[in-house]
């Protein structure tokens, strides 16, 4: 394990490691999280042994963008478009119809994928850099 200040170098570090399958712990506005690259279901595989975190509890996948909200979920109702545009960035995670872009391991076999955007300039970043 590598502890490193926050900054471009050291996120970009970090978000190389993501990339190549590996995990990562980041802040967010409520808590530190651990994260993989979300769309990679070895990757999400590592997240559940290190938590023993059991297979049925879904996590959650952090997006930078609204843009990259829509890629892997689907808004149809003008109640979540309200949601999305007043509350995220933020500390809410919002669960919706998943796209078939995102793992099975992700959502725990669920039609739904929980969604969160982080009012958080680390995550934010880490975020892009990653995709």
């Known amino acids: 394990m590598k502890f490193i200040k926050a900054n471009i170098d050291s996120i970009s570090e970090a978000a190389g490691v993501i990339k190549s399958g590996g995990l990562v712990a980041f802040p967010t506005e409520t808590v ?32 930078n963008s609204r843009e990259m909200l829509d890629k892997v979920a689907v808004v149809e109702d003008e109640r979540i478009e309200e949601l ?12 919706l119809p998943k796209k078939g872009i995102v793992p ?28």
């Open 84 to 95: 999305i545009k007043n509350f995220m960035p933020g500390p809410l995670t919002l669960v």
């Open 104 to 131: 099975e391991i992700i959502t725990s076999g669920h039609p739904t994928v929980a969604v969160r955007m982080p009012a958080n300039e680390i995550a934010l970043k880490l975020i892009e850099l990653s995709e």
């Open 32 to 63: 530190y999280g651990l994260g993989a690259d979300g769309l990679n279901a070895e990757a999400a595989a590592k997240i559940f042994e290190a938590k023993n975190r059991p297979s049925f509890n879904p996590l959650i996948l952090h997006v």
